[in-house]
């Protein structure tokens, strides 16, 4: 049996999310959309697909859809909604948004769906298991707009860039799934085998990504365990045999202290040094991505622009990488001329932790 399914990714990455989609667990039909993708697809693909994409937030099942304009309506349709298909937990969470509906007042609107979901179960009762496995409350996400409602049913629980992965964190990490991201583009059409360096690592979640991108993860549950529809059990899955072109990942970050922390606890390879005064030494070709303090939560010495800016030269005309991929605050565009050494790949706006940034990758020529 297939079902709808809404994949929610961040935007400005859906181009990047489709290509991860292809090149994992390829399907047809798939719908890109603001904000996310949509497709048919079956249990077994929802299950490798959430062991396997690293992009996506959260996958969601859309359940039902229908017109509505009136609460009556509302309540009649939820009374006869077939709650026990879907349901494992008596009393669900409801996320409600609404748009350009005559239905706007969300607190009403999920008193009406709770108030028809407690009627429904007394005709439709659950099975127990909640109760003996004490299975957690699943989600539903409520969407109004033009008088439309969909309702969809949230198949992962903690969102997706919770890997399970990172004990050690930094204090202004990036987001898991933006890493991914931003290593997908960096490593984009790359044929040769190279180091990746990331000169102000942190926490190394640039480097864990990069280590972990073709790997299964199963370090966490998923909410779509519990369902009623999910017969089956987790199982492992093979690695998949095309992984980066990676010899290996290197990190250095002047923070001694985050760094022996981290070195205990993973199995990356990280050097205290501070990349922007010290070279960079590696054998071999490598390529580095970097998503610098921006004088927000980590502090830096200066001015922004004066530390980026010699960050930039630094990276660029002593350490000379292969790749160089760059994630800035956006109203610093203009102040970034790459040398003549280096070409624009590619260069994309989106938010990080509520920011507006710009991506770069430039190759040297």
């Keep these: 049996m297939e079902y709808r399914l809404f994949l ?9 999310a489709l290509k991860e989609v292809e090149s ?10 603001k904000g996310g993708l949509e497709l048919n697809a079956d249990l077994d693909w929802i299950v490798k697909a959430h062991t396997l994409l690293k992009v996506p937030t959260r996958i969601l099942m859309r359940v039902t859809e229908f017109k509505v304009r009136d609460f009556p309506k509302l309540h009649q349709k939820f009374v006869n ?15 409600i948004s609404c748009s350009k509906s005559r239905l706007m007042h969300t607190g009403r609107i ?29 989600t539903f996400y409520v969407r109004l707009v033009d008088d439309n409602l969909t309702l969809s049913l949230d198949l992962t629980g903690e969102p997706l860039y919770k890997r399970g992965l990172q004990i050690i964190k930094g204090e202004a990490p990036i987001r898991e799934n933006l890493a991914s991201a931003f290593l997908m583009e960096l490593f984009q059409g790359l044929n040769q085998e190279v180091t990746l360096v990331d000169p102000m690592c942190g926490s190394g979640t640039f480097l864990t990504e990069a280590i972990n991108f073709r790997r299964p993860l199963h370090l966490r549950p998923f909410a779509f365990e519990t369902a009623p529809f999910f017969k089956g059990k987790m199982v492992r899955l ?6 980066f072109p990676l010899k290996e990942v290197q990190g250095f970050d002047l923070n001694e202290v985050l760094i022996k922390k981290v070195s205990e606890n993973s199995e990356l390879k990280l050097t205290v040094q501070d990349s922007v005064k010290a070279p960079i030494h590696i054998d071999g070709e490598f390529i580095m991505i970097c998503n610098p303090p921006y004088g927000e939560r980590i502090k830096i010495e200066g001015k922004r622009g004066s530390f980026l800016r010699e960050a930039w030269q630094k ?5 000379k990488p292969l790749r160089f991929g760059w994630v800035l605050p956006s109203d610093m565009d203009d102040l970034f001329k790459a040398p003549s050494s280096y070409k624009l790949l590619s260069k994309r706006h989106l938010k990080n932790g509520g920011m507006a940034v710009t991506y770069w990758v430039w190759e040297r020529v």
């Design 8 to 16: 929610i990714i961040p935007p400005g990455l859906e181009d990047l």
């Design 24 to 33: 994992k667990c390829p399907v047809s039909g798939i719908e890109v959309l």
């Design 81 to 95: 909604f077939k709650w026990n298909q879907f349901l494992s937990h008596p009393e669900p969470v409801f996320e």
């Design 110 to 138: 999920e008193e009406t769906i709770k108030g028809a979901l407690s009627e429904a179960l007394v005709r439709q009762p659950l099975n127990r298991d909640w109760e003996k496995k004490n299975y957690p409350p699943q």
């Design 238 to 243: 093979p690695l998949v045999t095309t992984p």
């Design 315 to 319: 990276f660029l005309t002593v350490d």
